[in-house]
């Protein structure tokens, strides 16, 4: 029975490689990794006289290392006596029926009359890491009418063409948390230093500093009992008095004192009685040890022991006096003691609750009255990629509430959106250990480089509830999917 045996040429070109079997060609045009697809563009000619009347072609072609491979659907050409032909070509070769490789499936033969034929493949398949080294194989058979064959086996020149890599960007979510509603009970504190003549106890306006220190203690009482949002709730007045002179002098002295600041301020605004608050200090050695570790005093240190080991303040008073032969005492009367001598006050008031639009104009006025959530709102107002969000959330919010977990947790958000991670650390050691602050400090670690922490932080946010740490701990995978990808780049 008469047969054709076919021998194929390779040659490659600068754009694609083919192989060539007297009136078979094979030509590959792309071959090539992309978007995490492998992309095959080839084909096949014939010529007719290649193929007698009672034989049947058929072409496939393979991706191959020398550990896989995987077939790409077959290209079959029969002569004349193609029907019989191909049924029995099929029934005795059943792994044609359907070209398979690995779990995939990659088409079913294609069929051409024997002529001058001219067929183009594209194909798409998922990239897996062993095409990195994969060629293109051909493999042919011819077979006569009795299913008799030649098979002929050959690999392409030429390797995947890699797409141009850099490393995969992780693309994190940042949690950020809405403030808790509270009452707003706001404290508004300041002191002054009065001046008093000598023995008295009754405080005269117009003397010396009077008149300007009074008026800060009625500019800040006016703005809360003229404010129609504010509501008085209590005033906190605590005298204080030097430590020269006698113990139960002073003492008596410092009551008096913010007894008559009270009473100026009640009579002034026509306030009860109920709202205040009186205390003193009879001498306020605390402020003064807290101005001698400061100082430049040359007895300093033998200063602070005095204060810390003698109990009984006249005594303590009179070892001063005669320390250096009075001269560290001298300095602290002139320079010390006129500082301890004041008034300190606490107005305690309430604020009401405002709308987003009232809570914009008392931003820009007065930022004290509103809450940690009135803020949070304002800034959700304006918008997450604003300037004013970023100065609300960066700064107004932590200068109002330095405290609060919640500001420096959201200010931390912000700051790793801004590339800023050392700064989000700092914020991050003030912001507890919420599911949000996790899922942060999870990011962190993600964008550092430490995908074993970053999975550990996120995995413990996401069972506490955080949806954003569910998608960074994708983000984590493919990740280290990615290194893995990138190994071969370093090899």
């Known amino acids: 029975m008469k047969y054709t045996v076919l021998t194929i040429f390779l040659f490659l070109t600068v754009s694609s490689y083919c192989s060539q079997t007297g009136g078979a060609r094979v030509q590959v045009l792309q071959f090539k990794e992309f978007n995490d697809s492998l992309h095959i563009t080839y084909t096949i000619d014939m010529d007719a006289r290649s193929i007698a009347r009672y034989q049947g072609l ?39 029926r359907t070209i398979a490789s690995r779990g995939h499936q990659t ?68 949690a950020m948390q809405t403030p808790e509603r509270v009452d707003k009970i706001i404290a508004r504190r300041g002191q002054a230093f009065l001046d008093f003549p000598v023995g008295r106890s009754v405080i005269q306006p117009n003397f010396r500093r009077n008149p300007e220190e009074l008026g800060k203690i009625d500019d800040a009482v006016r703005e809360v009992v003229g404010n129609p949002d504010a509501q008085l709730q209590s005033i906190h007045i605590e005298g204080f008095a030097s430590p020269e002179g006698s113990w139960i002098l002073n003492d008596r002295l410092s009551s008096a004192r913010a007894t008559a600041l009270k009473d100026y301020i009640r009579t002034r605004f026509n306030l009860p009685e109920s709202y205040f608050r009186v205390t003193h200090v009879a001498e306020d050695w605390d402020g003064l040890v807290v101005m001698v570790q400061e100082s430049n005093l040359p007895e300093k240190d033998r200063i602070l022991e005095i204060i810390s080991t003698i109990s009984s303040y006249d005594v303590r008073e009179a070892t001063l006096v005669h320390l250096a032969g009075g001269r560290p005492w001298n300095v602290m009367v002139r320079d010390m003691f006129p500082e301890l001598r004041r008034v300190e006050y ?139 990808r990138m190994e071969r780049f370093n090899r």
Do not use: C
């Open 346 to 484: 606490q107005i305690n008031y309430t604020v009401r609750d405002f709308g987003v639009q009232d809570a914009i104009a008392v931003m820009d006025r007065n930022p004290l009255n509103l809450s940690h959530l009135e803020m949070y709102q304002v800034a959700q107002h304006f918008g997450r990629d604003s300037d004013r969000f970023n100065q609300i959330i960066l700064d107004t919010v932590l200068r109002y509430f330095p405290d609060e977990e919640t500001a420096h947790l959201n200010a931390a958000a912000l700051f790793i959106e801004n590339g800023e991670l050392n700064t989000a650390k700092r914020h991050l050691e003030r912001a507890g250990n919420s599911p949000e602050a996790l899922n942060n400090r999870g990011i962190i670690a993600l964008k550092e480089g430490n995908l074993d922490e970053a999975e550990v932080y996120f995995t413990r946010a996401q069972q506490a509830g955080s949806a954003e740490a569910e998608h960074n701990l994708n983000e984590v995978s493919l990740k280290r999917e990615d290194n893995v």
């Open 107 to 174: 088409g079913h033969a294609m069929q051409s009359r024997a002529g001058e034929t001219h067929q183009q493949f594209t194909i798409s398949i998922p990239y897996e890491l062993w095409m990195d080294s994969a060629q293109i194989s051909v493999r042919q058979e011819v077979a006569d009418y009795r299913g008799r064959t030649v098979f002929t086996h050959y690999l392409l020149s030429g390797r995947v063409e890699l797409e141009p890599r850099v490393p995969y960007e992780v693309q994190t979510q940042v």
């Open 58 to 96: 058929n072409i496939t072609l393979g991706v191959e290392t020398d550990s896989n491979l995987l077939l790409l659907p077959s290209f079959i050409v029969t002569g004349d006596n193609k029907g019989k032909v191909l049924t029995r070509y099929r029934n005795n070769h059943p792994r044609y």
